[in-house]
């Protein structure tokens, strides 16, 4: 089956402490991004992926990193910088500017926790 | 000017009834107006999505109206039933990256039997 996988499904971290959120697809698109939601609110970009070894930054990105050293992987790091992680994190493909695929297929997501 | 807004925030409908959720948008860049369907804990998917040069696009019970003078664009949900009760978004993207997205609020629809 094709899809995006994301793991695990739920995370805890402790204060000042950095986790990697893990996001795999096997749809063979160029362009991979991160959103995190929260309660009540719509989903807002992080970072995003045009091309593998190149990423920017999306409207939140203080606190985060992430890097593309493969197509199919894009995994993101919340940093002990990031003061208030704890939301429900969704990675997304798409076929990727330039292609006429746009539509973006998300992960079932991680809800990532700080205790 | 790269905001969204969305409305009603909920929404209860009876069976059988139209569900109606309205956007708004203020980019006049954006070329791309999907509508996605989230279940609690689960990831959105897809539903439905329109460009600006049509005004209209209906996929089974699901239709978009697009006015592209009032930027406004909406989600009508014909025959609504219960297995429709889910969270709504409308998104809008530009230069053809359709996961590049500014999303709406949500609203959080119930469908009562």
């Known amino acids: 089956d094709g899809g995006i996988t994301q793991s695990p499904k739920y995370l805890f971290r402790k204060e000042g402490q950095n986790v990697t959120l893990s996001c795999e697809q096997n749809?063979?698109?160029?362009?991979m991004y991160w959103y995190r939601q929260d309660p009540g609110q719509g989903l807002r970009l992080i970072y995003y992926?045009?091309?593998?070894?190149?990423?920017q930054k999306g409207d939140i990105a203080e606190g985060y990193s992430v890097s593309r050293e493969k197509k199919e992987s894009f995994p993101l790091t919340v940093t002990s910088a990031q003061k208030n992680p704890t939301a429900f994190y969704l990675c997304?493909?798409?076929?990727?500017?330039?292609?006429?695929?746009?539509?973006?297929?998300f992960g079932q997501g991680t809800r990532l926790t700080v205790v | 000017q790269q905001q969204v807004k969305q409305s009603p925030q909920s929404l209860i409908v009876q069976k059988g009834g139209i569900s109606i959720i309205n956007c708004a948008y203020e980019?006049?860049?954006?070329?791309?107006f999907p509508w996605y369907q989230q279940f609690p804990g689960k990831g959105p998917a897809l539903l439905i999505a329109?460009?600006?040069?049509?005004s209209e696009k209906k996929e089974g019970r699901f239709t978009i109206s697009f006015n592209k003078s009032a930027k406004q664009f909406s989600l009508h949900i014909m025959d609504s039933q219960p297995g429709d009760s889910a969270t709504y978004f409308c998104a809008a993207s530009k230069d053809n990256q359709g996961g590049k997205l500014i999303f709406g609020q949500g609203t959080e629809l119930s469908v009562k039997p």
């Open positions: 997304a493909s798409s076929g990727g500017q330039g292609t006429l695929n746009t539509e973006a297929f």
């Open positions: 329109i460009r600006p040069d049509v």
């Open positions: 749809l063979n698109h160029d362009a």
């Open positions: 992926s045009q091309i593998v070894n190149d990423f």
């Open positions: 980019n006049t860049a954006f070329d791309y």
